[in-house]
């Protein structure tokens, strides 16, 4: 089979049908970042062919009249083998043209993703003197979409639909973090996500989808608590080529290894703002007699008890503490996995990987031998950040990592994350599930030129 990805870059400006933009798309790069106690982020931006003048303003073409920032984005890929997976969804934040000549015209979309379009709006809280308790997920949907007299919402855009468009929020993990309507002050949504409802887990959450319910649009959001464990997660297996590679593993073409220093938590002090429970300080005192205290600060938790308060206080220094010299990141491509030993696999996993639905905060397996060492050392970390570069000859990915030692959690009777003791983990090859839907970028289509489509 030949290692591809089909691209498909469309917008949406109502409920009926999509306008495909892929054949005029020179250059595309997708920015995915997702850490536990803030809101995740996805930013693209998309490169478009004007040559012809479809694109620019006040002109005759095809594209002349659009008003780009009401509409809708999502940048799909597939493999051949495979269905389209969404990488990137959202609305427009910026567009810019560039005149090289009169012949010679480029159009460039910023695209931002719907949690951060959504969190620049002022809410109040409108719940009277009734209290409404809720999952953090579910406050996090009332945010946006509103709830009877609990929550007023936010205006939130048509894109042709018939109503405001809305959020759907799930839980990936185990979810334990409650909080109630009355812990939130008037204020910025934003405001009200990054410091009041992601550090109370702590947890995060990413958007990942549009999509249709009747003629209404849905934006879909994954919401991870501070179990930090995906119910059903992916593991993704990356090799150099020192050894031979198995069916599974995907080449990398360069790693970059360093500690992790800058992550380095010790001391926390957490309370909760209304000053209802008292504040809590936990210190790991081994930690700061090595590097001096690196502390944080979260003095305004939506709590319900004492012991979510005891909890916020603790999660920080007791995961975060050490300096780990682990991997930060890597960087793999479509042209490098025709080394892989099944194309198939390896470019299904490639296009996973890229998906924001089954990229960010999914874990991985990194083996390598660096100078110095003599024995093949591998990590099991946990993916926080992908960076996508879509050119015609190829597709390149940088993927970012966490140590997943500190960021999951003891699993029973697995034989990665459920051991105790020293380290936490052990390595063992993972047995891998492949569902029977992927994508990717069609090798032909490169011949017929520059244009992803």
Do not use: H
Not at 16 to 35: F, H, K, R
Not at 135 to 164: V, W
Not at 294 to 301: G, I, K, Q, W
Not at 338 to 362: E, Y
């Amino acid at each position: 089979m030949t290692i591809g990805l089909e691209w498909r870059i469309r917008y949406w400006d109502n409920t009926t049908a999509a306008v495909d933009l892929t054949t005029y798309v020179q250059s595309l790069t997708i920015d995915t970042e997702v850490n536990i106690g803030l809101c995740g982020r996805s930013l693209a931006t998309v490169v478009i062919d004007n040559d012809s003048g479809a694109f620019t303003p006040q002109g005759t073409g095809t594209y002349a009249t659009i008003d780009w920032f009401s509409v809708a984005f999502d940048i799909q890929q597939k493999t051949p083998t495979g269905n389209y997976k969404t990488s990137f969804c959202g609305m427009v934040n910026d567009v810019n043209f560039e005149f090289v000549s009169v012949t010679e015209s480029r159009f460039t979309l910023s695209l931002i993703d719907i949690l951060a379009v959504g969190a620049r709006s002022n809410a109040t809280t409108a719940y009277s003197t009734t209290i409404l308790a809720s999952t953090a997920s579910q406050a996090l949907e009332y945010f946006y979409n509103g709830s009877s007299t609990y929550y007023s919402g936010i205006d939130m855009p048509f894109i042709g639909g018939t109503a405001e468009s809305k959020l759907i929020v799930t839980a990936t993990t185990t979810e334990k973090t409650t909080v109630s309507n009355d812990d939130f002050p008037p204020g910025r949504v934003g405001d009200w996500i990054n410091n009041n409802l992601l550090v109370t887990g702590p947890g995060t959450a990413y958007a990942t989808a549009l999509f249709l319910i009747g003629t209404v649009w849905q934006w879909g959001v994954r919401y991870v608590d501070f179990d930090l464990n995906q119910i059903n997660p992916q593991t993704y297996i990356f090799s150099d080529t020192a050894a031979a590679l198995v069916s599974g593993e995907m080449p990398y073409t360069a790693i970059d290894l360093q500690y992790k220093y800058d992550m380095v938590v010790n001391s926390c002090t957490a309370a909760d703002q209304r000053s209802v429970y008292t504040p809590t300080t936990v210190t790991d005192t081994a930690s700061t007699a090595k590097y001096g205290t690196r502390t944080v600060a979260f003095e305004s938790l939506c709590t319900e008890q004492q012991t979510d308060v005891n909890r916020v206080a603790n999660f920080w220094p007791n995961r975060y503490s050490t300096a780990r010299y682990t991997c930060k990141t890597l960087t793999t491509s479509l042209s490098t996995l025709k080394q892989a030993v099944d194309d198939t696999i390896a470019n299904d996993q490639f296009s996973k990987l890229l998906s924001i639905l089954q990229g960010p905060w999914q874990r991985a397996e990194v083996s390598y031998v660096g100078p110095g060492q003599s024995t093949r050392k591998t990590e099991l970390l946990v993916v926080n950040k992908i960076s996508v570069s879509a050119t015609p000859s190829d597709t390149t990915v940088v993927i970012g990592f966490l140590p997943g030692i500190d960021n999951q959690s003891f699993e029973l009777d697995s034989s990665k994350y459920g051991i105790l003791g020293g380290s936490g983990l052990t390595y063992n090859q993972p047995e891998i599930i492949y569902d029977e839907n992927d994508w990717i970028y069609n090798d032909s289509q490169v011949e017929q030129g520059n244009k992803l489509g």
